[in-house]
């Protein structure tokens, strides 16, 4: 049933938001960062991010990274538009488009809002296939001077919805998890070969932590470096991201540290 009438989007997203307010306060956070100054909730946190994870699993930074100066990139599409709405509500921006098909006025929108704050990205919505990067975020890296942050999540056991992305829906109580890289530096004007060659290789950086946040959230093990999180608004961020950050590190640098084999080829690599 497509939703058409604005006061029936209205009604269905302030429903939505309340839910996941709720079912989503229930759970038990712990995240593990590569380096926690990408956060935008940190005391330390510098310079604009472009942050990408999976869409099955919108609903983790939905609940807890609103009001962080986060601008969410979705489709123009119909059923975008509750979503759109309980975007909104969570507390973050959102610019509707694609940065490939007819989006011209959405990519200069995301640089206008990348000037002064974060963007984020389901590079495989809005309709797949399931884990499947689009190289859209790629290119509006390299286009804007922004580094990609890729957040690996996953829940204990959590019931799968008959969709597209088998959209994942935590069971009320559970463990949920996030692994997180830290920022990776994209070079600017890439070819063709280029953004294939990250598109591949953000690919499979982003699969493979969201496994392994996966496995993490089922086993109930202990990480090292893990920490505790909660639903928090950014104190910082909007006078932050506007700041000189770090640059962010070489794509196969993150590879290796994850225990993935690097494969960009050299002529690729950001400049030191």
């Avoid at 692994?179 to 290789?201: C, F, H, K, Q, W």
Wanted: proline share 6%; aromatic share 8%.
């Amino acid at each position: 049933m497509k939703l058409k009438s604005s006061f029936a989007i209205g009604c269905w997203a302030l429903a939505a938001t309340a839910v996941i307010r709720r079912w989503m306060g229930t759970l038990d956070y712990k995240v593990d960062y590569g380096d926690p100054d990408v956060d935008p909730v940190s005391g330390t946190y510098r310079g604009a991010k472009i942050y990408v994870f999976w869409h099955e699993n919108i609903l983790m930074p939905l609940y807890l990274r609103g009001h962080s100066n986060i601008s969410m990139l979705l489709s123009r599409h119909w059923d975008a538009n509750i979503l759109d709405r309980v975007a909104r509500m969570m507390g973050f921006g959102v610019v509707r488009g694609s940065t490939f098909h007819g989006g011209s006025a959405a990519l200069r929108e995301l640089a206008e809002r990348a000037a002064e704050g974060n963007l984020t990205i389901t590079p495989d919505g809005p309709r797949g296939p399931r884990r499947r990067l689009a190289p859209g975020c790629v290119f509006l890296a390299s286009t804007l001077g922004i580094p990609i942050v890729v957040m690996g999540m996953g829940y204990d056991r959590p019931r799968r919805v008959g969709t597209w992305d088998r959209f994942a829906i935590p069971r009320p109580f559970s463990r949920a998890r996030g692994i997180v890289s830290r920022a990776i530096a994209v070079p600017p004007n890439l070819d063709r070969d280029g953004i294939e060659r990250y598109r591949a290789g953000i690919e499979r950086l982003l699969s493979h932590l969201s496994d392994e946040a996966e496995a993490w959230a089922t086993s109930g093990s202990r990480r090292p470096n893990q920490r505790p999180v909660c639903k928090e608004p950014s104190r910082v961020a909007r006078r932050n991201a506007a700041l000189k950050g770090d640059a962010g590190v070489e794509l196969e640098a993150e590879l290796a540290r994850v225990g993935l084999s690097a494969t960009l080829d050299a002529r690729d690599r950001p400049a030191a």
